[in-house]
C-alpha cells in the first residue's frame, strides 16, 4: 500500500534567486532518505513560490522493508570457551543485536574464523520516520545567506519558516519545529485569499493552491507569465525577450499578471541599452520592441495576481520609470557636454589598481599594446584600434557609468558617446565591445580593432595582476583572470592569424614602466604560460575535444591558440582511420627513445653507416618542407598524412638498426637523426598522450 | 483671536505629509509602541537613534515608533531634483521581539493609511541591509507598493558587532515616497506637508542651503578635526562608562564622516579606514551597554521572564 506524500515550508517571502537551489536540495535530501530507509515511491517532485518550498512524492509505500543482515561480530576465538560454551563477549555482542545467543553462526573469513548474527529487523511504518526525519529537513537547506528570527535561533532559514503543512495521504504528520507545530493547513495567496486552507489529503495540495490563487509549479508560473507579457506587449510591438529577468519574475509572484504601461517618447533619445536597463533593474520590467528595431515608448510589467485597479498600478509603475529615466536624461545630457578625449585627463586622477597605477597610464599602454597587436593580426585595423584603445576607458569618469546600476554598461556607453562623438563606426564599436567576451560563451568582438583592444585590455590586466603576485589559487578568482585568459583564448581563436601568447604576453609587460611588476620575469612567464595552457585546454574540452586529444595537443606549442584548435580538429577526423595506431605506434618509437637521450645534435650525414638509416633520412629530408608547409597553412590533415609516410621507413629503422651502438658517435648521430624528426611529430601532437580507442 | 479659529478650521488632507505621521504614530500606539522623538543630533537613518541601536542589544523587549529627520549630505541636489534630498524623513518602528505576525501588522498600517492590499500590488522583494558604520546587518526586504518602494524591512541579526538574540524586526517606512505616492505627485516640491502648508516652502531653501553647505562651504580641516575630537571623547567617556553620552559622539563622528565624504575630503582607500574607526566605537559602546544591562539586572525584562 502506498500513499502521496505533501510537505510544505511555508515562510514569509523567499528571495527569488534562493528558491530552486532549495528545492533542488530538497530533492537529493529526500530520495537519500527514502533509500537509505529502503522506502520504496514513485516520482518525487519539489515545487515552490516566494511564500512556500514544497515536496510531493507520490506513491509512497506505507511501511518500511523488513531488513535481513548478517552483521559479523567478534572472532569465534573470542566467542567461544575451549567447552564451546559462549562467552561474555558473544553473550554481549548478542544481546546488542536483539538475537539468540544460540542463534548465532560462526564463518570462516579471510580473516580467520568469526562469529554472525542474523539480524531480523521488521520495517518501521513509514509516517513514524518522516516525523522523525521531516523536522531535520530545513534546516538541512543551505541558503547564500540565512538568518534568525523571533527568539533568535538557533535554527536558520531564508526567512521566518510560518507554517508547516505535512500529510501522508490523509494521515497529518504530527511534529514540532521549534514553536511552529506542524498543520494540515496551508495559506493561499496573501492578498486574494488570505485564509487558511485545510487539506484532508496530500492528493488535495496543488488543486486547493490554485483555487486559491497560487500557480505552485515553477515553470508553470514561467510559462504562464511569458504568454501574459508577450500579450500585454502584442499592441505595441514585440517583448524584448530576457529568459534571466523573467525566471526572477517568475519567482517574484505565486499568480503572475502583466500589463503595460507607457512613458514619454522623449526618452526614446536615451541609448536603447539605457532603457532596458532602466526597466529591468528599477522594476523587473520589459521592454517592447517595435519592428523596425527600436523600442516602443513601453513598458511591461507585472503584479502578484492583482488585476483590480490596475490604472492606480500603472501609474504607480510609470511614476518611478518615469524618474529614473529622467535621472539618465540628465546623466546622458551631461555627459555629451565633454568629450571623450577631454575625459582622459581625468582618469589620471583615477587609481586602476593601487600598485599598477593609474587609469590614465592604462589607456597609454592599451593603446599602443592595441596598434602593435592589430599590425600582427589586423594590420588594416591599427589605426582605428589604437584610436578606439585610447579612449576606451573614458567611460568610466561619465556621470552615467558612474552611477551604479548602469555600471555594466561601461563599454557600451563609450560606444555610445563615441558615436555622438564623431568617432566612425569601427572605432565606437571597438570601445563598446572592449569587455567581450564577458562570460564562457559569450560573443567576442565582431570586428578586428574590436578584437585587438579586448585582446590587449584583458592581457594588459594578466600581466600586471599576476605581476605584482595577484594570481588566482583555488577557487579564489577575485579579479576574474580566468574568465579574461580565456576571453584572449576566445578571440585568438575567432581572429586566427599568427599571434603567440608568449608574444602577446611580452610585448603587454613591455609597456609596464620598469619596477612596476614586482614579480620574478621568469617566473612571470611562466605562471602566465601554463595559466593560459590551462585556459586553452579548457576551451578545447568545451568545444567537444575528449580529454586525451586536448593533452596530445596542448602539450605542444600551445602558445598558438587557433592552431591548436585546428590541430584538434585534424587529429579528431585521422584518429579514426584504419592505420592511425600504426602511425602513432611508430611515432611513439621515436619520441619513447629520445627520453633517454639527451641533447640532440646536428645529423652528420656521412655517419649514416647502414641502409634503413640513411632510407630513413632521406625520406624525412624529403617530407619535412611537405609537413612544415601544411602546418605553416593550418592544413594538418594533411601534414599528418606526409609524416605518417615515414611510418615503413621508421619501421624498418627501428627494426634493423640498432640506435645505441657501440660507437659513440654512430649512437648519437641515430639519435640526433630521430630528434629531428620528433621536432616535426611535435609540430602536430604529442601522440603518446592518446589513449587507445576500440 | 482669529488666529486661533483661522487653525482650527484649515481643510485637513488625509495623506498631508503631517497625517501620514499622525496616522503611523496612532497605529502603532495602538499596537503597544511608544511614541519617542527624533533624537536631537544629525545622523544618516533612523537606525542610529539610540531607541534603535542600543534598544536592539540584549534580551529586553521593546517595541518603539518615531519620525527621524535623516541627512545624507552626499545625496543633496542643491532642491533641484524631485526626489533626493540630503535630508529625509523616516517612520521608524522597532519590535523587539520581532513578532511572528509582524509582517501582517505592517500591512494592517498601510490599510490604516487607506491602501487596499487586494486592489494594489505590494510585493516584499529581496533587501538585506548593512551599515558598515554601525557594525550592524539584518535580512529583509524592501516593500513595493505599485512598484514604488516606500519601506525597509529588515529582521536585525547584528549590531554593534553584537550577535543579536532574540531578533528585533526594523520597519522604516520612506516618508515622502509614501507621501509622493499617496497624493499621486511627481516631485517632493509638489507635496502638501500639512495645515495648508507646502514641502517645498518646508524645506527647498534648507536643500539649497545645506547642498551648498555640503558640497562647497563646510570646512573641511574643521571637520577633521570634528571628527579627531568626537572619536577620542567617545573612547574617553566608553572608559568612564558614560555610555549614552559616548553613543552621541559616535554618531556625531559618523556625521562629520559623511560631511568629509560629500565634500570629496577622502579618498576611496582612506574610506574604509575611516569607517572601520567609527565601527569600532560602536562596537565598543554596544558591548558595554549589554555589560551594563546586564548589572542593572534587565530592568525590563518582566519577572519570571528573566533570564536563567
Known amino acids: 500500500m502506498s500513499r502521496a506524500l505533501v510537505f510544505e515550508i511555508g515562510a514569509e517571502e523567499i528571495p527569488a534567486s534562493y528558491i530552486q537551489p532549495a528545492l533542488d536540495q530538497m530533492k537529493t535530501l529526500a530520495e537519500a532518505f527514502f533509500h537509505e530507509n529502503r522506502l520504496a515511491h514513485g516520482a518525487v517532485r519539489v515545487e515552490g513560490t516566494p511564500r512556500r518550498l514544497a515536496l510531493l512524492v507520490a506513491g509512497l509505500v506505507e511501511r518500511q522493508e523488513d531488513l535481513n543482515e548478517e552483521v559479523q561480530g567478534p572472532s569465534a576465538k573470542a566467542a567461544f570457551g575451549p567447552d564451546g560454551v559462549p562467552t561474555q563477549v558473544a553473550q554481549g555482542f548478542a544481546k546488542g543485536r536483539g538475537v539468540d545467543v544460540a542463534k548465532l553462526v560462526v564463518k570462516a ?181 517595435k519592428a523596425d528595431g527600436g523600442l516602443a515608448p513601453v513598458f511591461i510589467a507585472t503584479t502578484n495576481g492583482i488585476e483590480k485597479n490596475l490604472g492606480a498600478i500603472r501609474e504607480g509603475n510609470a511614476r518611478v520609470i518615469r524618474a529614473r529615466l529622467e535621472d539618465a536624461r540628465f546623466f546622458f545630457t551631461e555627459d555629451q557636454k565633454s568629450t571623450l578625449e577631454k575625459r582622459r585627463d581625468e582618469l589620471k586622477n583615477v587609481v586602476w589598481q593601487e600598485k599598477l597605477g593609474t587609469l590614465h597610464e592604462r589607456v597609454e599602454r592599451l593603446e599602443a599594446l592595441a596598434a602593435w597587436i592589430a599590425e600582427r593580426l589586423a594590420p588594416e585595423a591599427k589605426a582605428d584600434a589604437a584610436r578606439a584603445a585610447r579612449l576606451c576607458k573614458s567611460d568610466l569618469v561619465t556621470l552615467m557609468v558612474g552611477e551604479k546600476e548602469f555600471t555594466s554598461l561601461q563599454g557600451e556607453m563609450g560606444g555610445v558617446y563615441a558615436a555622438l562623438g564623431g568617432e566612425n563606426q569601427a572605432v565606437s564599436r571597438a570601445i563598446a565591445e572592449q569587455y567581450r567576451p564577458r562570460f564562457a560563451g559569450d560573443e567576442v568582438p565582431s570586428t578586428p580593432a574590436g578584437r585587438c583592444v579586448a585582446l590587449a585590455d584583458k592581457i594588459d590586466d594578466l600581466v600586471g595582476c599576476f605581476g605584482i603576485g595577484l594570481v588566482p589559487t583555488g577557487s579564489q578568482d577575485p579579479y576574474a583572470l580566468r574568465r579574461k585568459a580565456s576571453g584572449v583564448v576566445a578571440i585568438l581563436k575567432a581572429q586566427g592569424g599568427a599571434l603567440s601568447l608568449t608574444e602577446l604576453t611580452e610585448a603587454a609587460i613591455r609597456l609596464y614602466p620598469q619596477g612596476r611588476l614586482t614579480a620574478n620575469p621568469q617566473e612571470h612567464m611562466t605562471q602566465i604560460r601554463d595559466f593560459f595552457r590551462a585556459r586553452l585546454e579548457n576551451a578545447l574540452v568545451e568545444s567537444g575535444f575528449e580529454g586525451d586529444l586536448v593533452a596530445a595537443v596542448a602539450s605542444s606549442r600551445s602558445e598558438w591558440v587557433s592552431e591548436a584548435f585546428l590541430r584538434a580538429e585534424a587529429l579528431r577526423q585521422v584518429m579514426v582511420r584504419d592505420d592511425f595506431a600504426l602511425a602513432v605506434q611508430a611515432f611513439s618509437r621515436v619520441t619513447n627513445i629520445l627520453e633517454k637521450a639527451g641533447e640532440a645534435r646536428p645529423v652528420q650525414e656521412a655517419l649514416l653507416a647502414e641502409g634503413a638509416e640513411r632510407a630513413l633520412w632521406e625520406r624525412y629530408l624529403a617530407q619535412r618542407p611537405v609537413v612544415e608547409r601544411h602546418c605553416a597553412q593550418g592544413a594538418f590533415i594533411k601534414a599528418f598524412e606526409a609524416l605518417a609516410s615515414l611510418r615503413s621507413s621508421i619501421d624498418a629503422f627501428f627494426n634493423e638498426v640498432l640506435v645505441m651502438a657501440e660507437d659513440p658517435a654512430v649512437r648519437l648521430n641515430r639519435l640526433a637523426l630521430l630528434a629531428q624528426i620528433s621536432r616535426t611529430i611535435a609540430l602536430i601532437a604529442d601522440f603518446r598522450k592518446l589513449v587507445k580507442r576500440q | 483671536m482669529s488666529t486661533r479659529s483661522s487653525l482650527k478650521t484649515k481643510p485637513k488632507s488625509a495623506c498631508s505629509f503631517q497625517e501620514i505621521i499622525l496616522t503611523l504614530q496612532r497605529f502603532w500606539a495602538e499596537r503597544g509602541c511608544v511614541i519617542g522623538q527624533p533624537y536631537d543630533i544629525e545622523k544618516g537613518a533612523g537606525t542610529f537613534n539610540p531607541n534603535t541601536f542600543l534598544r536592539s542589544l540584549g534580551p529586553e523587549p521593546w517595541s518603539a515608533a518615531y519620525v527621524e529627520p535623516s541627512r545624507r549630505p552626499r545625496d543633496g541636489r542643491y532642491g533641484e531634483n524631485p526626489n533626493r534630498t540630503q535630508m529625509f524623513h523616516q517612520f521608524q518602528v522597532l519590535l523587539k521581539p520581532a513578532p511572528v505576525d509582524i509582517m501582517d501588522i505592517y500591512l494592517e498600517s498601510l490599510a490604516a493609511l487607506g491602501i487596499d492590499a487586494r486592489e494594489h500590488d505590494i510585493r516584499f522583494l529581496e533587501d538585506d541591509w548593512e551599515s558598515p558604520t554601525l557594525g550592524a546587518s539584518g535580512l529583509g526586504w524592501q516593500v513595493w507598493l505599485d512598484g514604488l518602494e516606500v519601506t525597509q524591512f529588515t529582521y536585525f541579526q547584528q549590531v554593534g558587532g553584537v550577535e543579536l538574540k532574540p531578533i528585533s524586526g526594523e520597519i522604516t517606512y520612506g516618508l515622502e515616497r509614501l507621501a509622493m505616492y499617496l497624493q499621486k505627485v511627481d516631485s517632493f516640491w509638489e507635496m502638501e506637508y500639512g495645515s495648508g502648508v507646502g514641502y517645498a516652502e518646508f524645506f527647498r531653501e534648507n536643500e539649497r542651503q545645506f547642498s551648498r553647505y555640503n558640497f562647497e562651504a563646510a570646512d573641511t580641516a574643521v571637520l577633521f578635526k570634528d571628527f579627531e575630537n568626537h572619536e577620542r571623547e567617545a573612547k574617553r567617556l566608553i572608559e568612564a562608562g558614560l555610555l549614552l553620552p559616548a553613543y552621541d559622539f559616535v554618531i556625531k563622528a559618523s556625521h562629520a564622516f559623511n560631511l568629509l565624504d560629500a565634500r570629496g575630503a577622502i579618498s576611496v582607500t582612506e574610506r574604509t579606514g575611516y569607517i572601520g574607526r567609527v565601527r569600532g566605537l560602536a562596537r565598543r559602546t554596544a558591548v558595554a551597554y549589554l555589560k551594563l544591562r546586564e548589572e542593572q539586572g534587565h530592568p525590563m525584562l518582566q519577572s519570571g521572564e528573566a533570564e536563567a
Open chain 1, 109 to 289: 573469513t579471510p580473516k580467520g574464523d568469526y562469529v554472525f548474527a542474523q539480524v531480523h529487523k521488521p520495517g518501521r511504518l513509514t509516517h513514524e520516520l518522516l516525523e522523525d526525519w521531516l523536522p531535520t529537513l530545513p534546516g538541512k537547506l543551505a541558503f547564500p545567506k540565512s538568518m534568525r528570527w523571533a527568539e533568535g535561533g538557533p535554527l536558520r532559514f531564508a526567512r521566518p519558516i510560518t507554517w508547516l503543512l505535512g500529510l501522508f495521504g490523509e494521515r497529518p504528520l504530527r511534529f514540532r519545529i521549534e514553536h511552529l507545530e506542524c498543520g494540515t493547513l496551508t495559506r493561499g495567496h496573501r492578498f486574494l485569499a488570505p485564509e487558511p486552507i485545510e487539506l484532508k489529503d496530500a492528493s488535495e495540495y496543488e488543486a486547493k493552491l490554485e483555487a486559491a490563487q497560487v500557480v505552485l509549479s515553477t515553470a508553470k508560473r514561467r510559462e504562464e507569465l511569458k504568454a501574459q507579457l508577450q500579450k500585454a506587449a502584442q499592441k505595441h510591438g514585440t517583448l524584448v525577450e530576457d529568459e534571466e529577468l523573467l525566471g526572477v519574475v517568475a519567482n517574484l509572484l505565486e499568480k503572475p499578471f502583466a500589463f503595460a504601461g507607457d512613458f514619454d517618447p522623449a526618452y526614446l533619445v536615451l541609448p536603447k541599452a539605457v532603457i532596458v536597463k532602466v526597466l529591468r533593474e528599477h522594476q523587473f520590467a520589459f521592454a517592447v520592441e
